[in-house]
């Protein structure tokens, strides 16, 4: 009963499996007192070499005040190596797990990696917060014979650049040209579609912009300027993917986002998807559906957007 309780119910905390090394990342101080319980469940039911704690800035000071316990701490076993090489979907990555972002990648957005490789055959792609390329391999596996990887994280490419070396036994990624550029998303994005670079395919996985209430009506205009941005650069009948992982926006607010940012490029949604989150990121709260993903197909048209009947949304 009680570990159903922590497991299901109470939000704050991530664990993410790498390999054989396992990273427990706490958003909240209220984990700090039941973290011995933690890694004794842990201990049972997914054993590893080694259990990494990794604390957002939220959780910082008290742990360290309350508890001695600091970001980055291994916590059982011993971490032999970092950054940590691991498999997902038959893909090799790095994860970084004691200065990556997150636990040191995303795993929450494995399965639209997935079906992004699925719509990548002979697609040149655009990743836009590419952060290590998980988006840009995938896209590469599936066929892309160009992918474009855009961060303001200079290390973070650097990590998409060795991805794509490690995975250079597969054909399709060793044919894959792979482009690198290191700059702010929005005016990245304004200076390619003024230089004329279009892409077939073109993925948005921003960080998330509303972490509190009061940041809700300039997080929505983000995504509607990050709509119309990509469109920009989108050949007509390209395909959009667009993600959202503020937590306080709904899934609702900000499809209507990137309706309206399709309206002010003139384009037309045809949207065949709306995603969320792979079974492992249990929703116990509202709060804890956070990650919305949305997929168009874009036209050249009037400034509405329409669905399919027949898409099921
Ligand atoms: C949610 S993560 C993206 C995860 C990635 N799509 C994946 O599948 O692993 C957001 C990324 O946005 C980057 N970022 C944050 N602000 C940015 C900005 N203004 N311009 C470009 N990249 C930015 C961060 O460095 C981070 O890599």
């Known amino acids: 009963m009680r570990r159903n309780v922590l497991a299901?119910?109470?939000?704050?905390l991530v664990i993410d499996r790498y390999d054989r090394v396992l990273v427990l990342k706490l958003y909240s101080v209220a984990w700090l007192p039941h973290l011995r319980a933690v890694l004794a469940g842990l201990d049972s039911a997914a054993p590893a070499d080694a259990v990494v704690l990794r604390l957002s800035r939220a959780v910082q000071r008290q742990a360290e005040a309350l508890h001695g316990l600091t970001d980055g701490t291994t916590l059982a076993g011993t971490l032999a190596a970092n950054p940590v090489i691991f498999r997902e979907n038959?893909?090799?990555?790095?994860?970084?797990?004691?200065d990556g972002q997150k636990t040191g990648f995303f795993l929450d957005q494995r399965e639209n990696r997935a079906r992004v490789e699925g719509l990548a055959a002979g697609r040149e792609t655009l990743n836009v917060f590419a952060y290590t390329g998980g988006f840009s391999l995938y896209a590469a596996r599936g066929g892309a014979?160009?992918?474009?990887?855009?961060d303001s994280s200079a290390p973070a490419l650097a990590a998409a650049?060795?991805?794509?070396?490690?995975?250079r036994d597969l054909p399709a990624v060793a044919a894959a040209r792979h482009e690198l550029l290191v700059a702010d998303a929005f005016t990245a994005l304004a200076g390619l579609a003024q230089s004329g670079?279009?892409?077939?395919?073109?993925?948005?996985?921003?960080?998330?912009?509303?972490?509190?209430?009061a940041e809700i009506p300039a997080a929505l205009k983000s995504y509607q300027r990050l709509a119309e941005l990509a469109l920009a650069v989108l050949r007509p009948r390209g395909t959009l993917v667009m993600a959202s992982c503020s937590s306080r926006v709904s899934a609702d607010d900000f499809f209507a986002a990137v309706r309206r940012g399709a309206a002010r490029a003139g384009r037309l949604l045809h949207e065949f998807a709306h995603t969320g989150h792979p079974v492992d990121h249990p929703i116990g709260l509202a709060e804890g559906a956070y990650l919305k993903g949305l997929y168009a197909q874009a036209d050249e048209a009037a400034a509405s957007s329409w669905r399919d009947a027949g898409s099921g949304l």
Do not use: I, T
Request: charged share 25%; proline share 9%.
């Open 197 to 213: 670079r279009r892409f077939d395919l073109v993925v948005v996985d921003p960080p998330a912009f509303a972490k509190q209430q």
């Open 8 to 12: 299901d119910r109470l939000p704050g």
């Open 145 to 150: 014979p160009a992918v474009l990887s855009l």
């Open 90 to 98: 038959g893909l090799l990555f790095e994860a970084d797990v004691l």
């Open 161 to 167: 650049r060795r991805n794509f070396a490690l995975n």
